[in-house]
């Protein structure tokens, strides 16, 4: 049994030329695929695993899971699953729906698919002086200036820069100037999946999970943090769509983005299960053993998922 990660699915935006996708085209072509090489699970089958740590009678078999809750995935990946009599597991971040306010991760996305790499990142290494760097970082950010002189900036550099590097409390000030210098709009409303679309969702049977309130690195938080970003994610989730089985989807994935605190803050808030990212497929002793850290693959693993 293999769970399967996507991010954006949607088709070609020419106002976003360098925007990073799976074209809805190519997601029909995975879903067909991953029905002749072996189906997909089904809600029993899942509810049997966790319950029982049973794995499906035919090997293979895929789970389908969406990170971020992105419009795209309303508009268009709600409606091909369901046409197919499909379920998947859409994972939210919430503070969007607190503030108004798009995630700076969603943001940097926006910028570097809308604007030129090399262009977008001397521009952003521009307004990051190193006073906005803490003391911890700053031997490895001299390091990345020097990299920007070999003429190898851009996205990769972008994302390090601002998803890294900088300060927290810098990094939605510099967002906002590049947005402005570059003209793009950060519209939370068209971005992301409306609590109604939410509701329209679970009721046809799709699962909503917690994917933090700010998708932070948690490992990178306190305990305390923690446990206000897990608990006050499934406070507005339940309000939103009412309570259920809990499950979670860890921001950024990977060991090293999670430590204990996380797990006990999952426990702590009765989470049933929570996806990692590890390329293996699930095997039942993961049932036991990796609850709170179940491997996914990413699409773009497999035929037809690789990002246009």
């Given at each position: 049994?293999?769970?399967?990660?996507?991010?954006?699915?949607r088709e070609f935006d020419p106002a976003r030329p360098h925007f990073r996708f799976l074209n809805i085209a190519n997601f029909r072509r995975q879903l067909d695929l991953f029905a002749q090489e072996g189906?997909?699970?089904?809600?029993?089958?899942?509810?049997?695993?966790?319950?029982?740590?049973?794995?499906?009678?035919?090997?293979?078999?895929?789970?389908?899971?969406?990170?971020?809750?992105?419009?795209?995935?309303?508009?268009?990946?709600?409606?091909?699953?369901?046409?197919?009599?499909?379920?998947?597991?859409?994972?939210?971040?919430?503070?969007?729906?607190?503030?108004?306010?798009?995630?700076?991760?969603?943001?940097?996305?926006?910028?570097?698919?809308?604007?030129?790499?090399?262009?977008?990142?001397?521009?952003?290494?521009?307004?990051?002086?190193?006073?906005?760097?803490?003391?911890?970082?700053?031997?490895?950010?001299?390091?990345?200036?020097?990299?920007?002189q070999t003429n190898r900036p851009g996205v990769t550099e972008v994302k390090r820069l601002l998803n890294y590097f900088i300060d927290e409390n810098c990094r939605s000030q510099v967002i906002d100037t590049?947005?402005?210098?570059?003209?793009?709009?950060?519209?939370?409303?068209?971005?992301?999946?409306?609590?109604?679309?939410?509701?329209?969702?679970?009721?046809?049977?799709?699962?909503?999970?917690?994917?933090?309130?700010?998708?932070?690195?948690?490992?990178?938080?306190?305990?305390?943090?923690?446990?206000?970003?897990?608990?006050?994610?499934?406070?507005?989730?339940?309000?939103?769509?009412?309570?259920?089985?809990?499950?979670?989807?860890?921001?950024?994935?990977?060991?090293?983005?999670?430590?204990?605190?996380?797990?006990?803050?999952?426990?702590?808030?009765?989470?049933?299960?929570?996806?990692?990212?590890?390329?293996?497929?699930?095997?039942?002793?993961?049932?036991?053993?990796?609850?709170?850290?179940?491997?996914?693959?990413?699409?773009?693993?497999?035929?037809?998922?690789?990002?246009?």
């Open positions: 049994m293999r769970a399967i990660m996507y991010h954006y699915v189906g997909f699970v089904t809600r029993a089958e899942w509810d049997d695993f966790l319950a029982h740590g049973r794995m499906p009678d035919i090997p293979g078999k895929v789970i389908l899971t969406f990170d971020d809750a992105m419009s795209c995935h309303y508009t268009h990946v709600f409606p091909e699953l369901a046409a197919r009599g499909l379920w998947g597991l859409f994972y939210v971040s919430t503070q969007p729906y607190a503030t108004g306010r798009m995630l700076d991760v969603h943001r940097i996305h926006l910028l570097c698919g809308t604007v030129e790499g090399t262009e977008l990142y001397a521009r952003t290494r521009a307004l990051v002086s190193e006073d906005m760097i803490p003391h911890a970082r700053r031997a490895a950010f001299r390091q990345e200036t020097y990299t920007s590049l947005g402005r210098d570059f003209g793009v709009a950060f519209d939370c409303n068209s971005f992301y999946v409306t609590p109604d679309q939410l509701r329209e969702m679970a009721a046809a049977g799709m699962a909503i999970g917690a994917h933090t309130v700010s998708h932070p690195v948690m490992s990178k938080l306190d305990p305390a943090q923690q446990q206000r970003e897990i608990g006050d994610c499934f406070a507005c989730l339940d309000a939103i769509c009412g309570s259920g089985t809990r499950s979670y989807a860890h921001p950024y994935g990977g060991f090293h983005s999670f430590d204990a605190a996380t797990l006990k803050a999952l426990r702590d808030n009765g989470v049933a299960f929570a996806f990692n990212v590890e390329p293996r497929d699930i095997c039942a002793a993961d049932r036991d053993k990796a609850q709170l850290f179940l491997p996914r693959h990413d699409c773009n693993l497999f035929p037809h998922g690789a990002a246009d």
